[in-house]
């Protein structure tokens, strides 16, 4: 810790810091143009300058330069104070005037320093420069004569995001900013450029001219796409929501977002939206009101129930419901009507976590997301996470840009992230227990296991060494196609290193052996000591905002001991949906007609009697059902989120519910009450009693980092993959694409210009099926076929057929119930 | 009580009485002060803060642009703007557009505040002071209402 | 016109034209009596209302210039039909009577103000000859008959059921009955010079000279009492609009406040043409710059004039507070009425 002096006050600081951070511990601000706290200091903008004494320069720029003991410093004197006045004088010779017409306004850094240095005229005369505005991009809007060059755009596009899509062009008075060749832009569309532009340079298109800054109210709340649990701040105007915008002093994620958090909030408005309840009477939906509609579901329910049992109403929940309204309804569903049947997600979604829990004692991922990138090494296995989780590979790629961690990529294609890997091993889908074992063999061979560990720690590492005997580097070979150095590698970085993390993704295009990936990468952790410290540890990204809550909440009673053989496989999802196999069911906010990988979906939802569908928009399952009831989105309920890392983070309420959409937890109230189910005054605190580990929020419950309690015991759950195959048949593997289902996503028509349905192959299989890019095709497999557009891709190994996921066609029944990669083939249509 | 009984002067009091009366009758034949509205109007001063007029300029266009400082500066928030974008440029390379400028009469206080804030000089009070009216609607003026001259009715 | 000089002969010619068409046609002589009647009621029912009408616009429109301002000028030409507005506002209003009103004391108090103000037109002497009833006691039945008024406001605030009507109503009685004293011992000097209660005779005696050339005091406190008879300023307390309400007709409305209305203003008409008679020398004229003009035209410019003082009185002066308004008709009235008496007998028996 060193000491120093700024404007008077003595301040403590720790080694390395720089004098920028050390001013605003004394609680002295100093204005910035080009800093940000989560880029690297970059010393453009020449506005932080302050005066140091005995230093040979008169004026030191505070961001980048590192604080040393006993130095004296002054931020505000009056050559600082004229230095800056000309700083600005020289950026407004080329900036235009564009105040009024400018987003920005309000909220603009050069507009508040001009305002508070009092720069009313400018000595330097010159002529502005007029560089064409980019309207051709989609949804980001580049103004580039209002550039001021601080170069945040460049530095945020590069270290935090690792796309790189534009940079500074030119030198000197040309410079500008840009893409190669001038082109629009084509990246993901983060929007991360927008939100730290200090000007109004980098715009986005949603917002544009919708509404003046100071108008809008802000909330903060949270996002309703992936399990990372960002912060969100909505501006709300007129009960619209106008825009999204990130903070960087709230959440977890440090003021960062992605595409789907930061553009994808038109569904709350959107026109199609249902307002009131429905009924369907002679084939036609009739709007009818809530008192008529829950009076029909509550007496329909209850006449099933008395006739034909409480085991023949089964209920489909969502990972996307808030935690309080899943508790209810695994209450109403158990309690109220009595019944078992109660499953989500298709029932294979969450099996990895459920496999963990198996093998290390928590159904949820080890350690939180801030500690990723300070790994040394990253196992991301079947993971991409630039399409499922934005936000952890930000810190996936802070960990290999700024940690010099070393990231070990394993899928069955080369993705986004690929570029930044020490290695990529790209293996036959479906292989993934295979792989995983390989590694485990070489380390044993190589004597890397971590002894004292194994023997503390863990227990059955006997039988596991006797299984993995046959998975020579050679066998890996010839089932995953693999060469063995590869493998070798992979696996002697994984081990040699101390903190080395597993990253793995879940979600509705995987799942057929998501519990044997979780047996064998628990193995992995257990057998080289990778668990129970800071940044060392096993990730299962759930794929909705709530996936964790939810199995937190609502299929974990089916685990509490005492209670039967609630965990068996006649209540899963896709059993509950065989046609005939149930008289009534209750689905919310799911859409199995579309995402379910069953080939007679819509026999079984026809062959109900009696089908409830609670949900935003009028989906198609939704059209087949006899009652339909609209629920509210995230920006007008309340209620908590637990994301991946187990941090419960509280929703807020910031619009009306549009129409007569309630929100979930009214209608199960409701229908509680009505079964005579005790509903309590604050439901969080029956959950709090239920569930100790919720007692505190926006902290990760069972602490940061799990497993280190001295009488913890791991198991080593020896495990194979189920079908192993060596031949060379094209096996169709699904990847979740941006809009994953598109039950929210495919509501926001300005990102559903990025993407269509289509199929990703090798040029050599396209040769041989005889398909060009962009034909329309067939692609089938035994269980289904669809059709889609062929895209070819250096990307994609061969042998292998990627489909994209698209909201409008049911794509997943191709894989079939057991969703594991399937043998296919192309026609030509 | 005691009666408080002043000591009065009678003569005084006699005269006294006359020239009030002498006053009194003097006023009788002075010119009336009254205004007869509506068939006389009165002349107001230059500068005089009437209804507000949006400018429009040479070639017709509003010189709006909707940056909505008048909006933020009303003290009795009586201006609501709406913008969006327009889907081809004007000539200057401007595309935003005024989608409603909604000024609500019943709210505004008449202060200038609108016209001391406006960076392009769009917005002026004119001389206009009537705009009473038989319903609550027709106090809410939008864009045209503000940008043409309004009729005056004749009396006579 | 010129029967209007010579209004006698006009009224003889009347007589013996309706007694004639009597004897012609056989009728009996009482129909004449009832003819004139009927020709007279409505002669002095018109005259009223015209009058009415005419004093309250020129009350409004002189109360308006002289407060520099225009008074009535949207209804008629210059606002000359303002009062016909009002009379039809008031005679169309419904006529609501309070629950804790006195039924018939409510309902008869107005008539009992409005019968004795129309009574006095009895013995006004419009142009010789043209005077209703010139009876011997003229001027003692007029001072008679205008105090029965009294006894229809002390009504009217009485049964009103309201505490302000029912002190503005006995402020009113006292007020007029302190100022009846004054009035008539101020009259009694020109009754001395005169010699008879007769009201022809009086202005008969006026012929060379007028009254108020003999007894200017008289006139002075002449002037004053009739302020205070009318209940007009600076003595309206009793109807004073900010002190009490509207005072005892404060429950009144429509037809029955027309009538109190109509009341004030034949009374003061009535007081005014008798100021002009017993001190302004009545129908005699000025035989100044040569104009004759007819004596009925005579009388009411003379009675216009005073009404004109009235009007302007009102307009000038405050309002006086009940105690002075009583102190100043027993103190200072009442002693120089006696003292007005004493110097006129005395100057009588002088020579």
Request: charged residues 20%.
């Amino acid at each position: 810790m060193i000491t120093l002096t700024i404007n008077g006050k003595e301040v403590q600081i720790e080694d390395g810091a720089t004098i920028l951070e050390a001013c605003e511990l004394a609680g002295s601000k100093v204005p910035t143009l080009c800093h940000d706290k989560r880029l690297l200091p970059f010393g453009a903008c020449r506005i932080c300058l302050v005066e140091v004494e005995k230093t040979r320069t008169k004026f030191t720029p505070s961001c980048s330069t590192p604080a040393t003991e006993g130095m004296v410093v002054k931020t505000t004197t009056p050559e600082i104070i004229k230095a800056r006045k000309t700083i600005l004088e020289l950026l407004l010779i080329n900036h235009p005037l564009d105040c009024p017409i400018c987003d920005k306004a309000g909220e603009c850094t050069l507009q508040e320093l001009v305002y508070e240095y009092g720069v009313s005229e400018n000595r330097f005369k010159g002529k502005k420069l007029a560089l064409p505005v980019d309207h051709l991009s989609p949804l980001i809007e580049r103004n580039l004569s209002r550039c001021v060059l601080c170069g945040k755009c460049v530095r945020i596009c590069n270290e935090v995001q690792a796309v790189g899509e534009i940079s500074f062009i030119n030198r000197g008075m040309k410079t500008y900013i840009g893409t190669d060749f001038d082109r629009s832009l084509d990246c993901e569309f983060c929007g991360q450029c927008i939100s730290i532009c200090p000007v109004g340079a980098l715009n986005s298109r949603l917002f544009k001219y919708k509404a003046r800054v100071w108008d809008l109210k802000e909330t903060v709340t949270l996002c309703p796409y992936c399990s990372n649990g960002c912060s969100l701040v909505l501006g709300v105007k007129d009960n619209e929501i106008k825009r999204i915008n990130s903070c960087g002093q709230v959440g977890i994620n440090e003021g960062n977002l992605c595409s789907k958090g930061r553009f994808g909030y038109e569904f709350v408005n959107h026109p199609e939206r249902l307002k009131k309840p429905l009924l369907k009477k002679d084939g036609q939906f009739k709007e009818v009101t809530w008192t008529e509609a829950l009076d029909f579901v509550f007496l329909r329910l209850d006449k099933i129930k008395i006739e034909r049992g409480a085991g023949s109403i089964g209920a489909l929940g969502s990972a996307r419901l808030t935690n309080e309204e899943v508790y209810l309804f695994q209450k109403l569903i158990g309690q109220g009507i009595g019944s078992r049947h109660f499953d989500y997600g298709g029932g294979y979604s969450y099996q990895g976590l459920v496999g963990l829990k198996e093998a290390l004692g928590y159904a949820a991922s080890t350690n939180s997301i801030s500690e990723i990138r300070r790994a040394e090494s990253i196992l991301l296995l079947r993971a991409d996470l630039n399409e499922t989780h934005p936000n952890i590979k930000v810190e996936v790629n802070l960990a290999v840009n700024r940690n010099k961690a070393k990231l070990i990529i394993a899928n069955y294609r080369r993705t986004k992230l690929s570029p930044q890997a020490e290695i990529n091993l790209i293996y036959k889908p479906g292989t993934e227990v295979t792989l995983i074992n390989g590694m485990i063999k070489v380390i044993i061979e190589n004597d890397l296991i971590n002894k004292s560990f194994i023997n503390e720690k863990t227990e059955g590492v006997e039988k596991l060494k006797l299984l993995l005997e046959k998975y020579t580097p050679t066998y890996v070979e010839k089932v995953c196609k693999i060469s063995p150095q590869e493998l070798e590698k992979a696996a002697k970085i994984y081990a040699k290193t101390e903190k080395a993390l597993i990253i793995v993704a879940t979600g509705m295009a995987w799942g057929g052996n998501d519990k044997d990936i979780a047996y064998a990468v628990s193995n992995l952790a257990l057998i080289t000591g990778h668990l129970g410290k800071e940044s060392t540890g096993v990730y299962f990204l759930g794929e909705k905002n709530n996936s964790q809550g939810v199995l937190d909440l609502g299929a974990l009673s089916r685990f509490l001991p005492g209670s039967g053989s609630v965990d068996s496989q006649e209540y899963r999802a896709l059993e509950m949906l065989e046609p005939g196999r149930l008289k009534a069911m209750y689905i919310v906010g799911e859409n199995p007609l579309l995402t379910y990988p069953l080939p007679k979906i819509k026999e079984a939802l026809e062959a109900l009697e009696f089908l409830i569908v609670q949900d935003m928009f009028m989906t198609k399952t939704a059209e087949l059902a006899d009652v339909v009831l609209p629920i509210c989105s995230f920006a007008e309920k309340e209620g908590t989120y637990t994301n991946l890392e187990r941090s419960v983070q509280k929703l807020k309420k910031a619009l009306p519910c549009l129409g007569e959409s309630k929100p979930d937890l009214e209608i199960f109230t409701n229908l509680c009450r009505r079964w005579g189910v005790e509903v309590p005054q604050d439901i969080w605190l029956e959950i709090v009693a239920t569930i100790p580990m919720y007692k505190e929020i926006d902290k990760p419950w069972g602490g940061s980092i799990l497993y280190i309690e001295k009488d913890w015991k791991g198991k080593f759950i020896a495990v194979e993959d189920q079908e192993i195959s060596f031949d060379d048949k094209l096996l169709l593997v699904f990847t979740p694409g941006h809009l994953y289902s598109g039950s929210l996503s495919a509501w926001n028509l300005s990102l559903l210009k990025v993407g269509e349905p289509m199929v990703e192959i090798n040029d050599q299989e396209a040769k041989r099926f005889g398909v060009e890019d962009g034909d329309e095709v067939i692609v089938s497999s035994k269980k289904a076929s669809v059709q889609v557009k062929v895209k070819i891709s250096s990307e994609v190994p061969k042998y292998v057929a990627v489909v994209h996921l698209y909201p409008t066609t049911n794509m997943v029944c191709l894989l079939g119930k057991e969703m594991m990669p399937i043998e296919g083939s192309i026609k030509k249509i | 009580m005691k009666q408080y009984a002043p000591k009065v002067n009678f003569v005084i009091t006699i005269i006294e009485l006359i020239r009030g009366l002498l006053v009194t009758f003097k006023h009788l034949f002075m010119p009336a002060v009254t205004l007869q509205y509506p068939t006389q109007r009165w002349k107001v001063a230059e500068g005089y803060r009437g209804l507000q007029r949006l400018k429009v300029d040479e070639d017709g266009r509003e010189k709006c642009v909707g940056c909505g400082l008048c909006a933020k500066y009303c003290p009795a928030e009586a201006i609501k703007i709406t913008t969006k974008v327009m889907d081809t440029p004007d000539i200057q390379g401007y595309d935003k557009k005024v989608e409603t400028y909604v000024i609500d009469i019943s709210r505004c206080i008449f202060c200038g505040f609108c016209v001391e804030a406006c960076p392009k000089e769009a917005i002026s009070m004119s001389k206009n002071y009537e705009m009473a009216c038989y319903n609550r609607e027709s106090m809410i003026y939008d864009l045209d209402k503000l940008t043409k001259e309004l009729e005056v009715t004749k009396y006579k | 016109m010129q029967f209007l000089y010579d209004t006698q002969l006009l009224v003889n010619n009347i007589h013996s034209f309706l007694f004639g068409m009597c004897s012609l046609y056989g009728l009996p002589v009482v129909l004449v009596t009832i003819v004139a009647m009927v020709i007279t009621v409505a002669l002095v029912g018109g005259f009223i209302s015209v009058n009415v009408m005419l004093l309250v616009l020129a009350e409004r429109k002189i109360a308006g210039h002289i407060q520099d301002r225009l008074g009535p000028m949207r209804v008629g030409p210059h606002g000359i039909l303002q009062t016909v507005a009002d009379a039809i506002k008031l005679l169309l209003k419904e006529s609501i009577r309070p629950k804790i009103a006195d039924k018939w004391a409510y309902f008869f108090a107005p008539v009992i103000v409005m019968a004795p103000a129309i009574m006095t037109y009895l013995i006004i002497p419009w142009s010789p000859g043209l005077i209703i009833r010139d009876l011997n006691l003229g001027l003692l039945y007029l001072l008679a008959v205008s105090s029965l008024g009294v006894i229809g406001i002390i009504l009217a605030g009485w049964s009103s059921g309201n505490k302000y009507s029912l002190l503005g109503g006995l402020r009113s009685g006292a007020q007029i009955v302190s100022y009846e004293v004054a009035m008539s011992l101020s009259v009694i000097g020109v009754i001395m010079l005169c010699g008879s209660l007769k009201i022809s005779e009086i202005v008969e005696a006026q012929q060379y000279c007028w009254y108020v050339v003999k007894q200017p005091l008289a006139f002075f406190l002449f002037i004053i009492a009739a302020t205070a008879e009318c209940n007009r300023a600076p003595f309206d307390l009793p109807e004073a609009e900010s002190e009490l309400v509207a005072g005892f007709h404060t429950e009144y409305g429509g037809i029955k406040f027309a009538m109190f209305f109509l009341a004030e203003y034949a009374n003061m008409f009535v007081a005014s043409a008798m100021g002009a008679t017993l001190f302004l020398g009545g129908w005699q004229g000025l035989p100044i710059l040569g104009l004759a003009l007819p004596p009925l035209v005579w009388f009411l410019l003379k009675t216009y004039l005073i009404v004109f003082v009235f009007i302007w009185f009102r307009w000038t002066y405050p309002r006086i507070r009940v105690d002075q308004l009583m102190s100043f008709g027993w103190k200072v009235l009442l002693p120089l009425a006696f003292l007005n008496i004493g110097i006129t007998g005395l100057v009588m028996v002088l020579g």
